[in-house]
């Protein structure tokens, strides 16, 4: 067998996208029952939309929410925290980025996690500007802040037309640059910056893989390319697990 990570005392980036949520019952966003295919993006996930209509863009969020809340990690979430673990302590470092803002990755033990698409279960207002925890499921609409200017609610998400949270760019790209390799699962290499981290990886000679269902739009940018569900193939292939005791 050829693990995806052979030693632990290395430098990893993982990258993941929908797809590796898949698994736990969370809808995609593209193809056949993906969640763009029943929504107009630009009528529930841009601030022009949030501006028009913000308690259609909240029941759209409310909804997410209220699904991500009923899902539990898959294998795949799990061996992408057991791989963190292992690695770290090793010494190595582990960073993982994700497009994901269903918090899964957390809930399966993840520790150093960059959210870059923002999540399901942060609010933040858009008087003062605090960010917060908020899983509430139930909400009067449109929700106010309890600030002194009682600012609106919006879903702490990065919209389309939107920049990523100040800072992210940054660590994420710094991280890149120290890395060993750099694994990208379940994700259609479409939407950027995201897709695009490959490319920096590969102008910097790092090894890269991708683990996806389907060939992404960006296949041939990797060294590597696994075919499968990230829930099956990630437990069989990411590290070797059962020598991870005293390995390294
Ligand atoms: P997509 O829905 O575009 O792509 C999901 C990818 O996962 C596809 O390439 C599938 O082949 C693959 N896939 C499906 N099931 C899988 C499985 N079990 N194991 C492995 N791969 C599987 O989702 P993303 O690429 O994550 O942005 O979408 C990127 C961004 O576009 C999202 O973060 C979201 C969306 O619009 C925002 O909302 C800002």
Redesign the pocket.
């Known amino acids: 067998m050829n693990w995806i990570v052979e030693k632990p005392k290395q430098r990893i980036v993982v990258m993941?996208?929908?797809?590796?949520s898949?698994?736990s019952g969370i809808q995609?966003?593209?193809?056949a029952n993906?969640?763009?295919e029943n929504h107009r993006?630009e009528e529930v996930?841009s601030p022009a939309a949030f501006s028009r209509d913000p308690v259609l863009v909240w029941n759209f969020y409310l909804q997410r929410r209220r699904q991500a809340l009923s899902c539990r990690p898959n294998a795949?979430h799990l061996a992408v925290a057991e791989l963190e673990k292992w690695i770290v302590s090793a010494g190595g470092d582990f960073l993982l980025v994700t497009?994901?803002?269903d918090g899964l990755h957390s809930r399966a033990g993840s520790g150093n996690v960059i959210e870059m698409?923002?999540s399901l279960m942060t609010s933040r207002c858009t008087a003062c500007g605090q960010i917060f925890p908020d899983k509430r499921t139930d909400l009067e609409l449109p929700p106010r802040h309890n600030c002194p200017e009682k600012g609106l609610l919006r879903p702490h998400?990065?919209?389309?037309g939107e920049s990523l949270f100040p800072g992210d760019m940054e660590r994420i790209e710094c991280a890149i640059e120290k890395c060993d390799m750099f694994i990208v699962?379940?994700?259609?290499?479409?939407?950027y910056p995201?897709?695009g981290l490959v490319n920096f990886a590969n102008s910097l000679e790092k090894r890269t893989v991708c683990?996806?269902?389907?060939?992404?739009a960006n296949v041939e940018l990797f060294d590597t390319f696994i075919r499968?569900?990230?829930?099956?193939?990630l437990p069989q292939r990411l590290f070797p697990r059962k020598n991870r005791e005293g390995d390294g």
Request: aromatic share 8%; proline share 2%; net charge negative.
């Open positions: 993941t996208g929908a797809g590796i898949a698994e995609t966003f593209r193809g993906g969640l763009w993006i996930a795949g497009q994901n803002v698409h923002g998400i990065v919209w389309f699962i379940g994700t259609s290499g479409i939407v995201a897709a683990v996806n269902k389907e060939a992404p499968g569900e990230a829930g099956k193939e």
